[in-house]
């Protein structure tokens, strides 16, 4: 009984220790190290930016497809739009010019006429409908598929590379987002 009270006397003394220095101790677990900006850590921290700008691009292609999986072609602008306000260039331009290459290897293989072009050139893209629509759509998937296929060999070989420096690519990455001050994902 002794042993119940000295350990509720400790947890009270700890909780009013948190509330007069406003430090929350549990989150305390999640510090960077204090030598996380070390010269040394920088120069590990230099490895891993390439591999590190290969993940974030990798991110963001992948939550693009399930824009493009989840919504019709008409709302696909604005919600790629929505869900990457930083991005500086122009989904409506780029989808675009996707469907119209996607549609001219189709006629270059003969599966399609020089007309389904010509209407895929004249039409904009959000007025797709039926066949056409899902079409373009898995013409778009394909695309945004072979880009994360591109971006994971390239994470891939970052890593071997970092391998073959006798490097661990986890403990590069760890140190890497520790130097930067970047929330582990």
């Known amino acids: 009984m002794a042993d119940k009270e000295n350990r509720r006397i400790m947890e009270m003394q700890m909780d009013a220790l948190k509330d007069e220095h406003g430090v929350d101790i549990d989150s305390s677990k999640d510090r960077i190290p204090a030598n996380a900006r070390s010269a040394n850590n920088k120069k590990l ?12 691009e990798l991110k963001g292609f992948e939550a693009e497809l399930e824009i493009l999986n989840d919504n019709v072609l008409a709302d696909l602008v604005v919600k790629l739009n929505d869900n990457n306000p930083e991005y500086e260039g122009d989904y409506a331009k780029e989808i675009a010019e996707v469907a119209v290459n996607g549609v001219t290897q ?20 959000t007025a797709y409908s039926g066949e056409l629509e899902d079409e373009i759509r898995e013409i778009l998937v394909k695309r945004w598929e072979f880009l994360v296929e591109i971006k ?27 130097y930067h001050g970047l929330p582990q994902n």
Not at 46 to 51: L, P, R, V
Not at 156 to 170: I, N
């Open 45 to 56: 921290a230099d490895i891993y930016d390439d591999a590190a700008e290969y993940e974030a």
């Open 106 to 125: 189709l006629v270059e293989a003969k599966s399609h006429s020089q007309e389904q072009l010509e209407l895929v050139k004249q039409m904009d893209f």
């Open 152 to 178: 994971k060999e390239h994470v891939a070989d970052e890593r071997a590379e970092m391998k073959l420096m006798g490097m661990k690519p986890d403990h590069l990455r760890k140190v890497h987002y520790n």
